[in-house]
T-cell receptor, first 112, second 109 residues
Framework: EAQVTQNPRYLITVTGKKLTVTCSQN?????MSWYRQDPGLGLRQIYY???????DKGDVPEGYKVSRKEKRNFPLILESPSPNQTSLYFC???????????FGSGTRLTVV | KQEVTQIPAALSVPEGENLVLNCSFT??????LQWFRQDPGKGLTSLLL?????REQTSGRLNASLDKSSGRSTLYIAASQPGDSATYLC????????FGKGTMLLVSP
């Protein structure tokens, strides 16, 4: 089944403890992105990647890192999480610029 | 910077009504526009994708139109059902994918 898989689905962590949210797609898509969704603010892009080893900042990149070492994976790294990073996170992928996006099921992160 | 606005923010209708959700965007230089559905606490399900060269797309009871020059899209839902209750998100693609804040739809039996 063609899909975007995020792990974990739920995560509660403490301030300052480094964490990684994984994202993998099995559709050979070029484009991958990370979003966070917050009440009243909607979905905001954190980082995106148009190909292997090519990443760019989105609207809210502060406090996050990404890497794209291989086409199928695009992990989101929080080096020192803070409570304001408590959010619902989505990974998405697309074949290219003119194609629609497929989203993962989301990761609900709580930082205490 | 692209800005996407969805009106109304919330809509409540009785079952069986036809309804229209609106989306407007500020930068008309887009590759495509995509409508999504999101159930509470869940992921995004793609409903329709309209390329910039297209005027509309249809899937079942859903019809989406695009007027790129005026920066507008509408999502028409025919004969609404309680199962249509969800938040509907509009997203436009140029260099990146930008979302509106959504329309929360409630269809009552």
């Amino acid at each position: 089944e063609a899909q975007v898989t995020q792990n974990p689905r739920y995560l509660i962590t403490v301030t300052g403890k480094k964490l990684t949210v994984t994202c993998s797609q099995n559709m050979n898509h070029e484009y991958m992105s990370w979003y966070r969704q917050d009440p009243g603010l909607g979905l905001r892009q954190i980082y995106y990647s148009m190909n292997v080893e090519v990443t760019d900042k989105g609207d809210v990149p502060e406090g996050y890192k990404v890497s794209r070492k291989e086409k199928r994976n695009f992990p989101l790294i929080l080096e020192s999480p803070s409570p304001n990073q408590t959010s619902l996170y989505f990974c998405a992928s697309a074949r290219g610029a003119f194609y629609g996006y497929t989203f993962g099921s989301g990761t609900r992160l709580t930082v205490v | 910077k692209q800005e996407v606005t969805q009106i109304p923010a919330a809509l409540s209708v009785p079952e069986g009504e036809n309804l229209v959700l609106n989306c407007s965007f500020t930068d008309s230089a887009i590759y495509n526009l995509q409508w999504f559905r999101q159930d509470p606490g869940k992921g995004l399900t793609s409903l329709l994708l309209i390329q910039s060269s297209q005027r509309e797309q249809t899937s079942g009871r859903l019809n989406a139109s695009l007027d790129k020059s005026s920066g507008r899209s509408t999502l028409y839902i025919a004969a609404s059902q309680p199962g249509d209750s969800a938040t509907y998100l509009c997203a436009v693609k140029n260099s990146t994918l930008t979302f509106g804040k959504g329309t929360m739809l409630l269809v009552s039996p």
